[in-house]
């Protein structure tokens, strides 16, 4: 059995990290909710993929900015053409790229910064 992930971080500004992920990366808005005990949240991902990223804001509660510039989520895209798209669409979409904290990522990807400020490469390889 191959488990699903979910990668889960709190955020203070679910409205401004939608965009990113959904018009930017494009990714699709899997579920949204409100005041569940105190907390919303938004879930984004491909509704056929075992990944998907779930934002959370609790209420009365500030979750503040990504601790460091290396705090990484990244996309493998091994083809260059699909790789291109995910780029212009998310420069389209407002989102510049911006200088990799380890350089390793400017060889065959791209870096943006989320509102946030947690980061996510679009990598132009296969992973393994």
């Known amino acids: 059995m191959t488990p699903v992930l979910r990668i889960a971080r709190p955020s203070d500004d ?15 808005l899997l579920g949204r909710f409100d005041d569940h005990a105190g907390f919303d949240g938004i879930i984004l991902g491909h509704p056929d993929a075992p990944w998907h990223f ?7 509660h500030s979750a503040g900015r990504a601790p ?3 705090n990484l989520a990244v996309l ?3 083809d ?11 420069e389209q979409a407002g989102y510049p790229p911006v200088p990799a904290f380890n350089p390793y990522w400017d ?3 791209r870096t943006f910064e989320d509102p ?8 132009n390889a296969a992973w393994g």
């Open 54 to 60: 779930e934002f959370t804001r609790c209420r009365g």
């Open 107 to 109: 060889r065959q990807g």
């Open 14 to 28: 679910l409205d401004a990290l939608l965009p990113f992920y959904r018009d930017g990366l494009g990714l699709r």
């Open 116 to 123: 946030d400020g947690y980061r996510v490469v679009l990598q």
């Open 68 to 70: 460091t510039q290396d």
């Open 76 to 78: 493998y895209l091994p």
């Open 80 to 90: 260059p053409d699909d790789w291109q798209t995910a780029v212009t669409r998310m």
